[in-house]
């Protein structure tokens, strides 16, 4: 079977699930270069992660064009894109030459129902986030993670947050974090990863306060330096890849108490949340405000040795679950049967 992949080569999210896909399932690669896209000031592109692709500039504002279209679908059974195709043609394009589609889309940015632009022929999933508002062909197709970059080592009391890149609404919940450390009693060390300059200063003298903005080529850098509790007080989304490289790297995950978080991590890792407001994104999402105290209580109870090892136990069988080793054969299910 020929598979062919959109894909991006910067090191966004977008960017690490195509280089992860495309080391792990061969595929003829169409690499758009975002930078000029001008999204992120702080982008890198990285051709030389996908040997032989074809690259194309994509500017703000404009398509694939029509002839790079036929030329990359011509010799492929199935296309692959995360997101967004970048021209919904590729959908149309594929159908009129009997070829298959996915798209392994975000809820949020999700452009259907809308009868207007084409569509493909399986929407994947990447979690369980509105699954059921999704009304057409549809099937779960977790991200998986590569667990073998990740050097695991046990550290009490050292906890860290990924910032990431700024979002509407304080997405990962940068600012609800800050908040809950003024309520921490234990003596702990918290690091924030980020992609940007962050002026803060710890709220309290037993907690010691690390912004770490350094630019990292690798993601897997940002899980280095022991298996410390993630905390992610992310406020709204589906696929969160912290938490999933978290639990790669056999780091326990201290999240809010919504969906999709609480259809699979364990309970006594996830702290109370309340509906704030409504997101307009593509679609109307519920962002929710998580709990500052609750949040602070949960990181004392971290600092318990036993809770800690237990929730590090816990990480590790959720790290097979999502690990390549487990769901590379789903991936293969899936684009043989769709092809069937």
Request: aromatic share 10%; hydrophobic share 35%.
């Amino acid at each position: 079977m020929r598979i062919g992949l959109i894909a991006r080569m910067d090191n966004t999210g977008l960017g690490i699930q195509s280089k992860e896909f495309f080391d792990h399932i061969p595929c003829k690669v169409l690499a758009i270069d975002s930078i000029a896209l001008g999204n992120s000031p702080v982008l890198n592109c990285y051709p030389d992660r996908f040997p032989g692709a074809t690259i194309h500039k994509l500017r703000k504002g404009e398509h694939i064009p029509e002839s790079l279209i036929q030329s990359f679908i011509k010799d492929i059974d199935v296309l692959f894109c995360m997101e967004t195709p970048y021209n919904y043609r590729f959908f149309s394009a594929c159908r009129e030459k009997r070829k298959k589609t996915i798209l392994q889309f975000n809820y949020e940015f999700l452009e259907y129902p809308n009868n207007v632009l084409p569509t493909p022929d399986l929407f994947a999933a990447p979690s369980k986030w509105h699954y059921d508002d999704v009304p057409r062909n549809k099937v779960f197709l977790p991200v998986p993670v590569n667990t073998h970059k990740f050097n695991p080592k046990q550290e009490l009391r050292t906890f860290v947050h990924v910032a990431g890149r700024p979002a509407i609404h304080d997405r990962n919940g940068t600012q609800t974090l800050l908040n809950a450390l003024q309520h921490v009693t234990e003596k702990v060390t918290v690091i924030i990863r980020a992609t940007q300059r962050m002026s803060v200063r710890s709220p309290r003298s037993n907690v010691k306060l690390v912004v770490d903005d350094s630019y990292r080529h690798n993601y897997w850098e940002a899980y280095t330096g022991g298996v410390l509790p993630v905390i992610m007080p992310r406020k709204y989304g589906g696929l969160c890849l912290p938490i999933n490289e978290a639990l790669g790297a056999e780091m326990p995950v201290i999240a809010p108490d919504i969906s999709p978080n609480n259809l699979w991590l364990p309970k006594e890792w996830l702290t109370p949340a309340k509906e704030s407001i409504k997101l307009q994104a593509r679609k109307t999402v519920d962002v929710y405000e998580p709990d500052a105290r609750s949040l602070a209580a949960k990181i004392d109870q971290f600092c318990d040795e036993g809770f800690y090892l237990n929730a590090v136990d816990k990480a590790r069988g959720l790290k097979e679950s999502i690990s390549w080793d487990s769901l590379l054969p789903l991936y293969h299910q899936t684009f043989e049967k769709l092809c069937s």
